[in-house]
């Protein structure tokens, strides 16, 4: 990918590994706000609405509930920023720990204050080693500062803050196998219930939060969740990150108000198609997701939105798609993608995926059959549902809607 200028609403976060810095522009103030209020925190992230922004969209204040609200037999509580970020044409957390650590660190403390936590790792994909260097500094900072010493006072308990190195796999992002991760093990996804607000990293209480979720968390605090709602489009809160990617003269990371258009997104911030181009479609939410095409080029660019067009906004990852592009060529990269990924815990993952990948290959090289046809319509039938992560059904979605959308490209007649 070509290298761009992020375009953020709060460019005055960007400032690297310096605490000093980021305290001069207002940071520590949301965290100031929490310390002074504690009880008051999961509230304001409801009345704010903020959601998680690492795929499913779920209510932030709902994980922050359940985490303080469970027992915990050792007296232990988690709180993981999950950085792990290994989907093909999604970047934005790694740009968040390599320029704004200061923002994603406080997101997380300001959770610790909440549900109580002594524990607040900071999990970030060793393949970007920038944004690992950046995070330890900033910990560092963080572990000799004034607001640290009153966090753990307010905990009545000394407070672990680190940061590890994830396995560098896909699936090493999965929120259970994040946990197997950081208990020493192999990232095996696991299977729920229990949920990790019940039991996560050994047994104990775990909140797991994307990172740009948790970057999110110190400007509500700070300003409001007045402030955060009136941010959104229409009845959409705040804002979003999208790493735009493909097709478009401009790719790069943009934020957005929640509920902007994907029409504005490709068209206005991307300066549109490549020159020459026509657009075709767009992977959106990354390439495990039901593909948009022109008909949906209005569609608000919020969780509600994008669903009811049956796809989601997932990590705001945006692939775009011109015309003599093969879709099926497409597909085929991203369920190898996705069979290199699995990690062969339950056999209809991995062998399904590959065998995926072997059809949609033959047929876009124009050795396919008809049978082969039937035998994908088939795996996708059967498929779903049939691992411990959701791997398998998002590659399922993937190749069901390019099946529904560009029949005519695997030889379908038009729908």
Known sequence: MRDFTPVLLHPECQVGADLAAWLAVG???????????????VAELREAELRGMGGAGFPTWRKWEAAAQAPSASGDRYVVCNGNEDEPGTFKDRHLLRWTPHQVIEGALIAAVAIGANHVVLYVNPHQDDSLRSVREAIAQWQDSVLFTRIEQTLGSALQLSAVATSGRYIGGEETAVISWLEGS????????????????????????????????????????????ALGVAHA?????YSLSGDVLNPGLYELPMGTSLRSLIFGCGGGMLEG???????????????????????????????ERHSRLGTGAMIVISEGTSIVRK????IEFFAAGSCGQ??????????????????????????????????CRILPG??????????????????????????LPSC
């Open 27 to 41: 940071g520590g103030e949301g965290l100031q706000a929490a310390l002074d209020a504690p009880g008051d925190v």
């Open 186 to 229: 192999f990232p095996f996804p696991r299977r729920k219930p229990p949920f990790p607000a019940q039991s996560g990293v050994s047994g104990a209480p775990t909140l797991i939060n994307n990172t740009e979720t948790l970057a999110n968390v110190p400007h509500i605090l700070r300003r409001g969740a007045a402030w955060y709602r």
């Open 237 to 241: 809160s705040g804002t979003k990150l």
């Open 277 to 307: 181009k026509a657009f075709k479609a767009v992977f959106t939410g990354g390439p495990s997701n039901t593909l948009l095409t022109a008909a949906d080029l209005d569609v608000a660019l919020d969780f509600d939105s994008v669903r």
């Open 331 to 334: 597909v085929a990269e991203y």
């Open 346 to 379: 339950c056999p209809p993952c991995k062998g399904g995926t590959l065998q995926m990948a072997r059809l949609l290959d033959r047929i876009d090289t124009g050795y396919g059959t008809q049978d082969d046809l039937r035998a994908l319509d088939n795996l």
């Open 386 to 411: 049939s691992g411990r992560c959701g791997l398998i059904d998002g590659a399922v979605t993937v190749v069901e809607s390019s099946l529904r959308t560009f029949p005519q490209e695997y030889g």
